[in-house]
């Protein structure tokens, strides 16, 4: 029997730009997903996953390529992407468990991929490193999903506060302490793919959205320097920079406007939102005396605080 868990994770800058070929900057969150993993002696992959209400969802291993709920999915794909990459098979118990609601956009999807490729490699003994299981989880998202730059993936796996560019291209660890974010839940959950697709849909049409993803790179650049340097105050300022980008992109929501305005207006540095947009999280950075008011004012303006901790461990077997 092996046990892993992987993080979840918030993006702090280049939404969206990622997925056309730009760097983003993403830090990987305290909230974790897990998988319990053991081999069967038949040819039966049995799935539990109690956050999801799914309970010994059942399958063969010949039938790894039929449609699956949505709920079992990634996990499905990530076994069938395995067996096929190492030429194995085995019947396998498998049991999901999240300390987070996959509404939030935490990324559970791809911390679940993450942990099914880490509990096979370790059950089969493949000693995959994690470039390999980058790749791997990578191949299972844009199987299912068809879009994605795979920084989620990327987080889950190494930790910490990376910069990343589209597809694994750069994955590199920010030399960073704990940042100390304040998350406001919008109640909405976002559609990702679908605002990945509008947003593709507007590059081809015009072309000031390929200037914005420039800018948006120039901003990655900045924030990783003055990230590395703690200077909080610059990074707000460039987090209300790239919110503006994305915000012309028309990604943004009543919802999250309110909350990032309510955010200014108690005197946080700076707000944005989070991910794809159209709902989920926006954060804030505020200076230490004001970070109460701050989280005060969101919760009045609609917003559900989550506690997070950012630069959290990458991937890892659990005793
Ligand atoms: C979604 O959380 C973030 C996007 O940049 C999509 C991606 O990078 O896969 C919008």
Known sequence: MVKVSAPGKLMLFGDHAVVHGRPCIVTAVNHRMSVEMEKREDSKIIINAPEMNINDYTVSTNELNKEHPKEVKFVAVAIKNFFEKYNL???LNIKTKSEFSSKFGFGSSSAVTVCTIK???ELFKIGMTEKEIFDLAYKTVLDIQGVGSGFDIAAAIYGGTLYFVTGGKTIEKLDMKNLPLIV???GIKADT????????EK??????VDANFDLAEKIVFDAKLHLENDNHNVVGELMNSNHGLLNSLGVSSAELENLIHSAH???????KLSGAGGGDCMIALAPEEKKEVVKKAIENAGGIIIPVETNAKGVRVEE
């Open 89 to 91: 098979k085995s019947g």
């Open 119 to 121: 509990a096979l490699s």
């Open 203 to 208: 590059k081809k049409k015009n072309s000031y």
């Open 193 to 200: 793919a679908t605002l990945v697709r509008m947003v593709a």
């Open 184 to 186: 406001g839940y919008t």
């Open 265 to 271: 207006k108690a005197g946080a540095y700076g707000a």
